[in-house]
Protein backbone atom coordinates (compact mmCIF):
# COMPACT_ATOMS: atom_id res chain seq x y z
CA UNK A 1 0.00 0.00 0.00
CA UNK A 2 3.08 2.28 0.93
CA UNK A 3 4.13 1.75 -2.56
CA UNK A 4 0.55 2.70 -4.08
CA UNK A 5 0.56 5.81 -2.39
CA UNK A 6 3.93 6.65 -3.40
CA UNK A 7 2.95 6.25 -7.02
CA UNK A 8 -0.28 7.90 -7.19
CA UNK A 9 2.14 11.44 -6.46
CA UNK A 10 3.36 10.49 -9.79
CA UNK A 11 0.50 10.56 -11.48
CA UNK A 12 1.24 13.25 -14.31
CA UNK A 13 -1.88 15.08 -13.93
CA UNK A 14 -0.56 15.96 -10.73
CA UNK A 15 2.35 16.64 -11.46
CA UNK A 16 1.38 19.22 -14.47
CA UNK A 17 -1.30 20.40 -11.36
CA UNK A 18 1.41 21.48 -8.87
CA UNK A 19 3.69 22.83 -11.62
CA UNK A 20 1.04 25.17 -12.96
CA UNK A 21 0.24 26.55 -10.02
CA UNK A 22 3.85 27.55 -9.05
CA UNK A 23 4.22 28.84 -12.29
CA UNK A 24 0.85 31.18 -12.64
CA UNK A 25 1.25 32.47 -9.43
CA UNK A 26 4.67 33.41 -9.57
CA UNK A 27 3.83 35.06 -12.84
CA UNK A 28 0.84 37.01 -11.77
CA UNK A 29 2.30 38.82 -9.58
CA UNK A 30 5.31 39.36 -11.90
CA UNK A 31 7.74 37.33 -9.69
CA UNK A 32 10.14 35.72 -11.87
CA UNK A 33 11.45 32.12 -10.37
CA UNK A 34 15.10 33.57 -9.98
CA UNK A 35 13.87 36.14 -7.69
CA UNK A 36 11.75 33.93 -5.63
CA UNK A 37 15.01 31.75 -5.45
CA UNK A 38 16.96 34.90 -4.24
CA UNK A 39 14.02 35.35 -1.52
CA UNK A 40 14.54 32.23 -0.33
CA UNK A 41 18.16 32.15 -0.18
CA UNK A 42 17.92 35.10 2.79
CA UNK A 43 14.62 34.36 4.17
CA UNK A 44 16.74 31.03 5.01
CA UNK A 45 19.84 32.83 5.82
CA UNK A 46 17.85 34.70 8.59
CA UNK A 47 16.57 32.05 9.91
CA UNK A 48 19.54 30.09 9.91
CA UNK A 49 20.74 32.88 12.33
CA UNK A 50 18.19 31.27 15.39
CA UNK A 51 17.32 27.58 14.50
CA UNK A 52 18.64 24.76 12.76
CA UNK A 53 16.70 24.23 9.92
CA UNK A 54 16.62 21.54 6.97
CA UNK A 55 17.46 23.96 4.00
CA UNK A 56 17.02 20.54 1.57
CA UNK A 57 13.51 20.68 2.42
CA UNK A 58 12.49 24.41 2.56
CA UNK A 59 10.85 25.82 -0.03
CA UNK A 60 9.43 29.35 -0.54
CA UNK A 61 6.58 29.77 -2.88
CA UNK A 62 3.98 31.90 -3.78
CA UNK A 63 0.50 30.43 -3.65
CA UNK A 64 -3.20 31.96 -4.09
CA UNK A 65 -6.55 30.41 -3.56
CA UNK A 66 -9.38 30.72 -5.54
CA UNK A 67 -11.67 31.70 -2.46
CA UNK A 68 -14.80 34.09 -2.87
CA UNK A 69 -13.33 36.00 0.40
CA UNK A 70 -11.33 38.34 -1.14
CA UNK A 71 -8.45 38.38 1.59
CA UNK A 72 -7.82 34.99 0.53
CA UNK A 73 -7.38 35.65 -3.36
CA UNK A 74 -4.66 37.57 -3.03
CA UNK A 75 -0.95 35.95 -3.22
CA UNK A 76 0.84 35.17 -0.51
CA UNK A 77 4.48 34.13 0.04
CA UNK A 78 4.16 30.47 1.76
CA UNK A 79 7.88 29.58 3.82
CA UNK A 80 7.81 26.10 4.44
CA UNK A 81 11.10 25.38 6.70
CA UNK A 82 11.52 22.08 8.36
CA UNK A 83 12.69 22.85 11.71
CA UNK A 84 15.39 20.56 12.92
CA UNK A 85 16.51 22.04 16.26
CA UNK A 86 16.09 25.83 17.94
CA UNK A 87 19.06 27.19 19.53
CA UNK A 88 18.56 29.82 22.16
CA UNK A 89 20.88 32.64 20.75
CA UNK A 90 22.72 34.22 24.48
CA UNK A 91 24.54 37.76 23.56
CA UNK B 1 -30.20 42.03 -23.38
CA UNK B 2 -27.84 41.72 -26.32
CA UNK B 3 -24.05 40.92 -25.87
CA UNK B 4 -20.52 41.00 -28.14
CA UNK B 5 -19.05 37.82 -26.87
CA UNK B 6 -14.96 37.04 -27.82
CA UNK B 7 -13.97 33.96 -27.82
CA UNK B 8 -10.03 33.79 -26.76
CA UNK B 9 -7.64 31.63 -25.79
CA UNK B 10 -4.28 32.68 -25.84
CA UNK B 11 -3.14 29.44 -26.89
CA UNK B 12 -3.38 28.19 -30.90
CA UNK B 13 -4.85 24.83 -31.89
CA UNK B 14 -7.15 24.09 -28.44
CA UNK B 15 -10.67 24.88 -29.95
CA UNK B 16 -11.61 28.58 -30.38
CA UNK B 17 -12.72 28.52 -33.97
CA UNK B 18 -14.78 25.06 -33.27
CA UNK B 19 -16.62 26.52 -29.93
CA UNK B 20 -17.81 29.91 -31.77
CA UNK B 21 -19.13 28.08 -34.50
CA UNK B 22 -20.45 26.18 -32.04
CA UNK B 23 -22.15 28.54 -29.79
CA UNK B 24 -23.12 30.93 -32.77
CA UNK B 25 -25.13 28.17 -34.28
CA UNK B 26 -26.39 26.66 -31.10
CA UNK B 27 -27.77 30.24 -30.15
CA UNK B 28 -29.23 30.71 -33.56
CA UNK B 29 -31.29 27.22 -32.91
CA UNK B 30 -32.06 28.67 -29.48
CA UNK B 31 -34.27 31.13 -32.02
CA UNK B 32 -31.29 34.08 -31.00
CA UNK B 33 -30.18 36.33 -34.29
CA UNK B 34 -26.34 36.03 -34.27
CA UNK B 35 -23.90 37.16 -35.93
CA UNK B 36 -20.18 35.52 -36.51
CA UNK B 37 -17.16 37.45 -36.77
CA UNK B 38 -13.89 36.00 -38.04
CA UNK B 39 -11.03 38.12 -36.65
CA UNK B 40 -8.26 36.02 -37.75
CA UNK B 41 -7.38 38.42 -40.61
CA UNK B 42 -5.31 36.53 -42.78
CA UNK B 43 -5.98 32.68 -41.81
CA UNK B 44 -9.89 32.48 -42.46
CA UNK B 45 -11.06 29.36 -40.91
CA UNK B 46 -14.51 29.91 -39.58
CA UNK B 47 -16.18 30.14 -43.15
CA UNK B 48 -14.83 26.39 -43.89
CA UNK B 49 -15.82 25.39 -40.08
CA UNK B 50 -19.28 26.92 -40.78
CA UNK B 51 -19.30 25.33 -44.43
CA UNK B 52 -19.45 28.28 -45.71
CA UNK B 53 -16.60 28.53 -48.00
CA UNK B 54 -18.50 28.98 -51.02
CA UNK B 55 -20.32 31.65 -50.32
CA UNK B 56 -18.40 34.03 -49.21
CA UNK B 57 -17.76 37.89 -51.76
CA UNK B 58 -17.03 40.33 -49.18
CA UNK B 59 -15.00 39.96 -45.67
CA UNK B 60 -14.20 41.89 -42.64
CA UNK B 61 -11.54 44.37 -43.93
CA UNK B 62 -13.60 45.29 -47.22
CA UNK B 63 -16.53 46.23 -44.31
CA UNK B 64 -13.90 48.37 -42.03
CA UNK B 65 -12.55 50.16 -45.75
CA UNK B 66 -15.92 50.68 -47.43
CA UNK B 67 -15.47 48.51 -50.07
CA UNK B 68 -18.90 47.28 -49.47
CA UNK B 69 -21.79 48.15 -47.11
CA UNK B 70 -22.55 45.99 -43.87
CA UNK B 71 -25.19 43.94 -45.73
CA UNK B 72 -23.53 42.53 -48.36
CA UNK B 73 -20.27 41.27 -46.30
CA UNK B 74 -22.84 39.54 -44.14
CA UNK B 75 -23.18 35.97 -45.04
CA UNK B 76 -26.93 33.74 -44.13
CA UNK B 77 -26.26 30.19 -42.73
CA UNK B 78 -27.31 27.44 -44.64
CA UNK B 79 -29.26 26.22 -42.57
CA UNK B 80 -30.26 28.94 -39.72
CA UNK B 81 -31.81 32.11 -41.59
CA UNK B 82 -31.12 34.14 -38.55
CA UNK B 83 -27.39 33.22 -37.80
CA UNK B 84 -24.71 35.30 -39.89
CA UNK B 85 -21.21 35.27 -40.87
CA UNK B 86 -18.42 38.31 -41.76
CA UNK B 87 -15.27 35.99 -42.37
CA UNK B 88 -11.96 37.24 -42.34
CA UNK B 89 -9.86 39.02 -45.18
CA UNK B 90 -7.06 36.27 -46.77
CA UNK B 91 -4.90 38.47 -48.20
CA UNK B 92 -4.78 41.87 -46.34
CA UNK B 93 -2.01 42.48 -44.07
CA UNK B 94 -3.24 42.25 -40.54
CA UNK B 95 -3.32 46.10 -39.43
CA UNK B 96 -5.76 46.22 -41.99
CA UNK B 97 -8.23 46.88 -38.91
CA UNK B 98 -7.48 48.72 -35.96
CA UNK B 99 -9.65 47.98 -32.51
CA UNK B 100 -11.45 51.47 -32.43
CA UNK B 101 -12.72 50.20 -36.18
CA UNK B 102 -14.02 46.90 -34.58
CA UNK B 103 -15.76 48.52 -31.91
CA UNK B 104 -17.69 50.50 -34.49
CA UNK B 105 -18.50 47.47 -36.31
CA UNK B 106 -19.50 45.95 -33.09
CA UNK B 107 -21.38 48.70 -31.96
CA UNK B 108 -23.03 48.88 -35.04
CA UNK B 109 -24.00 45.17 -35.43
CA UNK B 110 -25.53 44.47 -31.48
CA UNK B 111 -28.16 47.25 -32.45
CA UNK B 112 -29.87 44.81 -34.84
CA UNK B 113 -28.69 41.25 -33.13
CA UNK B 114 -29.16 39.60 -30.30
CA UNK B 115 -25.57 37.87 -30.44
CA UNK B 116 -21.99 39.08 -31.68
CA UNK B 117 -19.49 36.23 -31.12
CA UNK B 118 -16.00 37.32 -32.27
CA UNK B 119 -14.02 34.30 -32.96
CA UNK B 120 -10.26 35.35 -32.00
CA UNK B 121 -7.15 34.74 -33.23
CA UNK B 122 -4.25 33.02 -31.23
CA UNK B 123 -1.65 35.45 -29.50
CA UNK B 124 -2.04 38.64 -27.79
CA UNK B 125 -1.28 40.96 -30.65
CA UNK B 126 -2.98 43.71 -32.36
CA UNK B 127 -5.64 40.61 -33.78
CA UNK B 128 -6.33 39.88 -29.63
CA UNK B 129 -6.41 43.80 -29.51
CA UNK B 130 -8.93 43.72 -32.42
CA UNK B 131 -11.58 40.97 -30.98
CA UNK B 132 -11.68 42.20 -27.47
CA UNK B 133 -12.33 45.86 -28.52
CA UNK B 134 -16.46 45.73 -28.71
CA UNK B 135 -16.59 42.50 -26.54
CA UNK B 136 -18.68 42.92 -23.26
CA UNK B 137 -17.97 39.00 -22.47
CA UNK B 138 -15.51 36.52 -22.93
CA UNK B 139 -15.57 32.89 -23.28
CA UNK B 140 -11.95 31.65 -22.62
CA UNK B 141 -11.62 28.02 -23.87
CA UNK B 142 -8.30 25.95 -22.68
CA UNK B 143 -7.85 22.25 -22.58
CA UNK B 144 -6.55 20.54 -19.45
CA UNK B 145 -2.93 20.70 -20.99
CA UNK B 146 -0.02 22.74 -18.88
CA UNK B 147 0.24 25.58 -22.40
CA UNK B 148 -2.93 25.92 -22.60
CA UNK B 149 -4.09 26.78 -18.70
CA UNK B 150 -0.59 29.25 -18.40
CA UNK B 151 -1.52 30.65 -21.45
CA UNK B 152 -5.53 30.70 -20.45
CA UNK B 153 -4.24 32.46 -17.31
CA UNK B 154 -2.56 35.41 -19.02
CA UNK B 155 -5.92 35.94 -21.11
CA UNK B 156 -7.37 36.58 -18.39
CA UNK B 157 -5.61 38.50 -16.81
CA UNK B 158 -5.29 41.17 -19.96
CA UNK B 159 -9.17 40.55 -20.41
CA UNK B 160 -9.60 42.22 -16.71
CA UNK B 161 -7.11 45.07 -17.36
CA UNK B 162 -9.32 45.76 -20.52
CA UNK B 163 -12.60 45.81 -18.63
CA UNK B 164 -13.74 42.88 -19.19
CA UNK B 165 -15.67 41.30 -16.44
CA UNK B 166 -17.91 38.60 -17.64
CA UNK B 167 -15.36 35.70 -18.04
CA UNK B 168 -16.06 32.32 -18.65
CA UNK B 169 -14.21 29.17 -19.21
CA UNK B 170 -15.16 25.72 -21.59
CA UNK B 171 -12.57 23.49 -20.69
CA UNK B 172 -12.09 21.73 -24.29
CA UNK B 173 -11.11 18.29 -25.89
CA UNK B 174 -11.10 16.54 -22.02
CA UNK B 175 -10.15 12.88 -22.38
CA UNK B 176 -12.30 11.20 -19.78
CA UNK B 177 -10.51 7.93 -20.06
CA UNK B 178 -6.68 9.66 -19.07
CA UNK B 179 -8.12 11.66 -16.36
CA UNK B 180 -9.35 8.36 -14.43
CA UNK B 181 -5.65 7.07 -14.76
CA UNK B 182 -4.81 10.60 -13.25
CA UNK B 183 -2.83 11.30 -16.44
CA UNK B 184 -5.08 14.36 -17.05
CA UNK B 185 -5.71 17.24 -15.21
CA UNK B 186 -9.73 17.11 -13.78
CA UNK B 187 -12.27 19.70 -14.15
CA UNK B 188 -12.28 20.46 -10.70
CA UNK B 189 -7.87 20.65 -11.10
CA UNK B 190 -8.56 23.14 -14.01
CA UNK B 191 -11.09 25.18 -12.24
CA UNK B 192 -8.73 25.27 -8.82
CA UNK B 193 -6.06 26.76 -10.93
CA UNK B 194 -8.20 29.40 -12.86
CA UNK B 195 -10.25 31.90 -10.73
CA UNK B 196 -13.20 32.12 -13.42
CA UNK B 197 -16.99 30.56 -13.51
CA UNK B 198 -17.06 27.12 -15.79
CA UNK B 199 -19.74 27.38 -18.42
CA UNK B 200 -18.79 23.99 -19.94
CA UNK B 201 -16.58 20.89 -20.35
CA UNK B 202 -16.32 19.48 -23.98
CA UNK B 203 -15.37 15.94 -24.48
CA UNK B 204 -12.65 15.23 -26.97
CA UNK B 205 -15.01 13.80 -29.04
CA UNK B 206 -14.22 11.87 -32.25
CA UNK B 207 -17.21 13.32 -34.13
CA UNK B 208 -16.32 16.85 -33.79
CA UNK B 209 -13.63 16.08 -35.96
CA UNK B 210 -16.11 14.29 -38.29
CA UNK B 211 -18.62 17.42 -38.56
CA UNK B 212 -15.79 20.24 -39.03
CA UNK B 213 -15.02 17.79 -42.01
CA UNK B 214 -18.47 18.12 -42.82
CA UNK B 215 -18.67 21.69 -42.49
CA UNK B 216 -21.76 20.97 -40.09
CA UNK B 217 -21.00 22.28 -36.05
CA UNK B 218 -22.42 19.32 -33.92
CA UNK B 219 -24.13 21.35 -31.01
CA UNK B 220 -27.23 20.11 -30.20
CA UNK B 221 -26.55 16.38 -32.22
CA UNK B 222 -27.01 13.30 -30.70
CA UNK B 223 -23.18 13.28 -29.38
CA UNK B 224 -21.44 13.85 -25.97
CA UNK B 225 -19.81 16.91 -27.55
CA UNK B 226 -22.89 17.89 -29.38
CA UNK B 227 -25.03 17.94 -25.83
CA UNK B 228 -21.54 19.86 -24.21
CA UNK B 229 -21.79 22.70 -26.82
CA UNK B 230 -25.50 22.58 -26.25
CA UNK B 231 -25.62 23.15 -22.62
CA UNK B 232 -22.47 25.90 -23.00
CA UNK B 233 -24.83 27.71 -25.46
CA UNK B 234 -28.04 27.74 -23.05
CA UNK B 235 -25.85 28.37 -19.98
CA UNK B 236 -24.65 31.45 -22.08
CA UNK B 237 -28.02 32.76 -22.62
CA UNK B 238 -28.67 32.17 -18.80
CA UNK B 239 -30.77 29.13 -18.77
CA UNK B 240 -29.30 26.88 -16.04
CA UNK B 241 -28.52 23.46 -16.86
CA UNK B 242 -27.08 20.75 -14.78
CA UNK B 243 -23.64 19.96 -15.71
CA UNK B 244 -23.64 15.75 -17.39
CA UNK B 245 -21.13 14.10 -14.81
CA UNK B 246 -19.12 12.45 -17.45
CA UNK B 247 -18.14 9.74 -14.84
CA UNK B 248 -21.74 8.25 -14.22
CA UNK B 249 -21.94 8.44 -18.16
CA UNK B 250 -18.58 5.87 -17.64
CA UNK B 251 -19.78 4.14 -14.90
CA UNK B 252 -22.85 3.54 -17.11
CA UNK B 253 -20.60 2.03 -19.77
CA UNK B 254 -18.86 0.39 -17.85
CA UNK B 255 -21.66 -1.65 -16.52
CA UNK B 256 -22.59 -2.91 -19.97
CA UNK B 257 -19.31 -4.16 -20.40
CA UNK B 258 -18.74 -5.25 -16.86
CA UNK B 259 -21.96 -7.96 -18.49
CA UNK B 260 -20.41 -8.57 -21.86
CA UNK B 261 -17.06 -9.77 -20.09
CA UNK B 262 -19.14 -11.96 -17.65
CA UNK B 263 -21.04 -13.42 -20.62
CA UNK B 264 -17.94 -13.69 -22.55
CA UNK B 265 -16.07 -15.31 -19.82
Known sequence: MGFLRFKRKLYSGNVAKERLKLLIYSERVNCPPDVLNHIQLEILQVVQKYMEIDTQNSSVQIIQENKSNSMYRMPRLYANIPIKTIQTIKE | ?265
Open chain 2, 1 to 265: MSEVIVVTSGKGGVGKTTTSANIGTGLAKLQKKVVLIDTDIGLRNLDVVMGLENRIVYNLVDVVEGNCRLKQALIRDKEHSNLYLIASAQTKDKTAVSPEQMKKLTDELIEEFDYVVLDCPAGIEQGFQNAIAGATRAIIVTTPEVSAIRDADRIIGLLESNGIKKLDMVINKMRLDMVRRGEMMSIEDVMDILPINLIGAVPDDDQVVISTNQGEPIVGTDTLAGQAFLHITQRITGEEVPFIDFNKRVGFFKKFTGIFSKIGG
